[in-house]
């Protein structure tokens, strides 16, 4: 065997084992996806809160997309405030500091701001001297309207999200709709029910 032979078989055996690991690598996520799925299909027909649901499943997003860091948000649904705010339900990673207080504008928000009001999912990559944040931020919601959004930062593998990582949130983020249209439905099931029950007795 000459060298160019061994040299051939050495870039094979190195192609084998990168195949080897983005299958593994693909197999976890696979798995984490479904478990996610299956997380909130129980979460969202146990309670009737969606900011409970979207606590419960949220460590469950962070494992699909490798991520330690993170947020959801929702806007205010105070009439008075016509949606111009938006508070965190819940966080990972962030400080206290980072996020000053739960209660935010959107014009503060801009990120949070643009993909809610575009409905778009929007990928942000920022720089400081020392710091490099990279995020994909994914809007939700209910009964046609944007009503939330997930962001999703510093990928635990040290490497930028990619266009299959945008997508794989996107999928996640139906399932969590999902999950918030069976509560509705709960929802709507009680309120009828007690409405039917206050005819028959106000008491």
């Given at each position: 065997?000459?060298?160019?032979?061994?040299?051939?078989?050495?870039?094979?055996?190195?192609?084998?084992?990168s195949?080897?690991?983005e299958?593994e690598?693909?197999?976890?996520?696979i798995?984490?996806?479904?478990?996610f799925?299956?997380?909130?299909?129980?979460?969202?027909?146990?309670?009737?809160?969606?900011?409970?649901?979207?606590k419960?499943?949220f460590p469950?997003l962070?494992?699909?997309?490798n991520?330690?860091r993170?947020?959801i948000?929702?806007?205010?649904?105070?009439?008075?405030?016509?949606g111009s705010?938006f508070y965190?339900?819940v966080q990972?990673?962030?400080s206290?500091?980072?996020?000053?207080?739960?209660?935010?504008?959107?014009?503060k928000?801009?990120?949070?701001s643009?993909?809610?009001e575009?409905?778009?999912s929007?990928v942000v990559d920022?720089?400081?001297?020392?710091?490099?944040?990279n995020?994909?931020?994914v809007?939700?919601?209910?009964?046609?309207?944007?009503?939330g959004?997930v962001?999703?930062?510093?990928?635990?593998?040290q490497?930028n999200?990619?266009?299959e990582?945008?997508?794989?949130?996107?999928s996640?983020?139906?399932?969590?709709?999902?999950g918030?249209?069976?509560?509705m439905?709960?929802r709507?099931h009680l309120e009828?029910?007690?409405?039917?029950?206050e005819?028959?007795d106000?008491?």
């Amino acid at each position: 065997m000459n060298g160019r032979e061994n040299e051939l078989i050495a870039q094979l055996g190195v192609h084998i084992s990168s195949l080897t690991s983005e299958n593994e690598r693909l197999r976890k996520r696979i798995q984490a996806e479904r478990e996610f799925r299956d997380k909130v299909n129980e979460k969202s027909r146990i309670t009737y809160s969606i900011n409970e649901l979207l606590k419960g499943i949220f460590p469950d997003l962070l494992k699909v997309m490798n991520s330690s860091r993170g947020s959801i948000v929702l806007r205010s649904q105070d009439p008075l405030d016509k949606g111009s705010h938006f508070y965190i339900v819940v966080q990972e990673g962030i400080s206290q500091t980072d996020i000053e207080g739960r209660l935010m504008s959107l014009e503060k928000g801009k990120y949070v701001s643009t993909a809610l009001e575009s409905g778009q999912s929007i990928v942000v990559d920022s720089k400081s001297k020392d710091h490099h944040t990279n995020s994909i931020i994914v809007p939700f919601g209910w009964n046609g309207l944007n009503q939330g959004a997930v962001c999703i930062s510093n990928n635990l593998s040290q490497k930028n999200y990619s266009e299959e990582d945008r997508k794989t949130l996107i999928s996640c983020i139906k399932d969590v709709e999902h999950g918030i249209e069976i509560i509705m439905r709960e929802r709507s099931h009680l309120e009828g029910i007690a409405s039917f029950v206050e005819q028959k007795d106000p008491y």
